[in-house]
């Protein structure tokens, strides 16, 4: 049964940083896509970040660029998200996704496996 299990979450203050990260299990996740979105109580989840199969691409929202940085360690078959300059309006529950192919997308219905999501807080 394939598994993906987000951790790092927290309460930070604006400008901080934190560093999410997405443990898949399951299968072998080398070949697929992977990325992050985040949703805000009341509104649609949202794309964040995404990376290829081999961590050679990547894409952001651009609400998030400059900022955030997203990685893969496909021999821990682990994907992260490194946060910095951290503001109020990132608060969201952040979820990790996968999908079954090796090109990295932005639309949330290409994704095939998704984690229960880690909260992330910034105060202001």
């Known amino acids: 049964q394939v598994q993906l299990v987000e951790s790092g979450g927290g309460l930070v203050q604006a400008g901080g940083s934190l560093r999410l990260s997405c443990a898949a299990s399951?299968?072998?996740?080398?070949?697929?896509?992977m990325g992050w979105f985040r949703r805000v109580p009341g509104k649609e989840r949202e794309f964040v970040a995404a990376?290829?199969?081999?961590?050679?691409?990547?894409d952001y929202a651009d609400s998030v660029k400059g900022r955030f940085a997203i990685s893969r360690d496909n021999a821990k078959n682990t994907m992260y998200l490194q946060m910095n300059s951290l503001k109020p309006e990132d608060t969201a529950v952040y979820y990790c996704?996968?999908?079954?192919?090796?090109?990295?997308?932005?639309?949330?219905?290409?994704?095939?496996?998704w984690g229960q999501g880690t909260q992330v807080t910034v105060s202001s």
């Open positions: 996704a996968v999908r079954r192919r090796p090109e990295l997308v932005a639309f949330e219905y290409l994704y095939d496996y």
């Open positions: 399951g299968r072998t996740f080398s070949t697929y896509a």
């Open positions: 990376v290829g199969w081999s961590g050679g691409t990547t």
